[in-house]
């Protein structure tokens, strides 16, 4: 499998531009996977179905499945944080791209997406893990770079430089135990 970050600050566009990339890739006859960082606790499930009061009564996992689809939540007793190398070992083994959103302090090859108007920081200039920069406002970038700079509003032109430069972003889960 391929995989490659998206980094930026709240409100840059990740996944506005990660729900661009998934059909630009599906139409090009890839099978993607997403694999998202949350700060905060979040819950899939709900207050009274069968799975929620199964993780209530103290599973430590709980596995839902149809003919449509697989929900795994897994409960941890203590706070543990999982390294984006830890969630993609439980991707599924036959996804041809996985993109990675948040986890910008990560040593995945990522895609910096960046806003001017935002007033945050590039961070380009100072992680090595940066390989192209999508943007809205190129003209505005604070120093002039020789990555690949996007239009932030084409994934299909993201997607087409993804598949071109495929072999790049071959992820050997063995590089990273």
């Given at each position: 499998?391929?995989?490659?970050?998206?980094?930026?600050?709240?409100?840059s566009?990740k996944?506005?531009l990660v729900?661009?990339?998934?059909?630009?890739?599906?139409?090009?006859?890839?099978?993607?996977?997403?694999?998202?960082?949350?700060h905060?606790?979040?819950?899939?499930?709900?207050p009274?179905?069968?799975?929620?009061?199964h993780?209530?009564?103290?599973?430590?996992?709980?596995?839902?499945?149809?003919?449509?689809r697989?929900?795994?939540?897994?409960?941890?007793?203590?706070?543990?944080?999982l390294?984006?190398?830890h969630?993609?070992?439980?991707?599924?083994?036959g996804?041809?791209?996985?993109l990675?959103e948040?986890?910008?302090?990560?040593?995945l090859?990522?895609?910096?997406?960046?806003r001017?108007?935002?007033?945050?920081?590039?961070?380009?200039?100072?992680d090595d893990?940066?390989?192209?920069i999508?943007?809205?406002s190129?003209?505005?970038?604070?120093?002039?770079t020789?990555?690949?700079?996007?239009?932030?509003?084409?994934?299909?032109?993201?997607?087409?430089?993804l598949?071109?430069?495929q072999?790049?972003f071959?992820y050997?889960?063995?590089?990273?135990?």
């Amino acid at each position: 499998m391929k995989v490659i970050g998206f980094s930026g600050f709240s409100g840059s566009g990740k996944t506005t531009l990660v729900e661009g990339l998934i059909p630009a890739l599906k139409a090009m006859g890839m099978r993607v996977s997403v694999v998202k960082h949350a700060h905060h606790r979040f819950d899939l499930d709900h207050p009274g179905k069968d799975t929620f009061r199964h993780r209530e009564a103290g599973a430590f996992e709980v596995v839902a499945a149809s003919s449509k689809r697989l929900m795994l939540v897994r409960e941890f007793e203590q706070a543990k944080e999982l390294s984006v190398h830890h969630l993609l070992a439980e991707i599924y083994d036959g996804v041809d791209w996985v993109l990675v959103e948040g986890f910008k302090q990560s040593d995945l090859q990522k895609i910096e997406v960046w806003r001017a108007s935002t007033q945050h920081p590039a961070r380009y200039q100072e992680d090595d893990f940066i390989v192209a920069i999508a943007t809205d406002s190129p003209d505005d970038l604070p120093d002039p770079t020789q990555r690949p700079v996007f239009d932030l509003n084409k994934p299909e032109e993201i997607a087409a430089w993804l598949i071109a430069n495929q072999s790049r972003f071959e992820y050997h889960a063995e590089n990273y135990a």
